[in-house]
């Protein structure tokens, strides 16, 4: 079964880093696209980056120049690279994968940005 763990996330401070990471199993073969999704508390679950089968990457605006997506496909991993967190960044990060025309998340990991 088809199954995402994410790992990474914590609690930083304004500035800081963090290195968010999503390890899939149960797949056998090419996923369509790999990507980031996030949800704060009492507001909806937004799309932060994806990257495609082709490489093409897809940022939010309220990420981009700060965060960078990237992908192992041997090891079926994905990564979040970011960088100058904001307390903006607070939220639980999801994982979310395309394969084989089937939706699949993680249960997603903590990122909390504050002084």
């Known amino acids: 079964q088809v199954q995402l763990v994410e790992s990474g996330g914590g609690l930083v401070q304004p500035g800081e880093s963090l290195r968010l990471s999503c390890a899939a199993s149960?797949?056998?073969?090419?996923?369509?696209?790999m990507g980031w999704f996030r949800q704060a508390p009492e507001k909806s679950r937004d799309m932060v980056a994806v990257?495609?089968?082709?490489?093409?990457?897809l940022y939010a605006d309220s990420v981009k120049g700060r965060f960078t997506i990237s992908r192992d496909n041997a090891k079926n991993t994905v990564y979040l690279q970011m960088n100058s967190l904001k307390p903006e960044d607070t939220a639980v990060y999801y994982c979310?994968?395309?394969?084989?025309?089937?939706?699949?998340w993680g249960k997603g990991t903590l990122v909390t940005v504050s002084s």
């Open positions: 979310h994968i395309l394969y084989r025309n089937m939706d699949y």
């Open positions: 149960g797949v056998s073969d090419t996923m369509s696209r």
């Open positions: 990257i495609f089968s082709s490489g093409s990457l």
